[in-house]
């Protein structure tokens, strides 16, 4: 049996999840910024380029998953 207190609190897991799911791609696009500010300064930069395609792959991977485990709490 569920009481109230018990569902105020998976109320609250939910915010706490969806605030965690934006910090971590807020933090995704910022690096994501900074390669592509380091590739405009130096277009030959191996380490911006690769970071660049990590960040590319991480967002779409992130955002994915993301999506689907507020699905599953909601």
Not at 21 to 35: E, G, P, R, S, W
Request: with cysteine.
């Amino acid at each position: 049996m569920y009481t109230s207190k018990m569902i105020d609190q998976v109320g609250d897991t939910t915010d706490g999840y969806i605030a965690l799911a934006h910090a971590v791609v807020k933090l995704a696009c910022q690096d994501y910024i900074a390669a592509l500010k380091d590739l405009d300064k130096n277009p030959n930069n191996e380490k911006a380029f690769w970071r660049k395609g990590e960040c590319e792959i991480s967002l779409k991977m992130k955002w994915k998953d993301i999506r689907k485990r507020i699905r599953i709490i909601s």
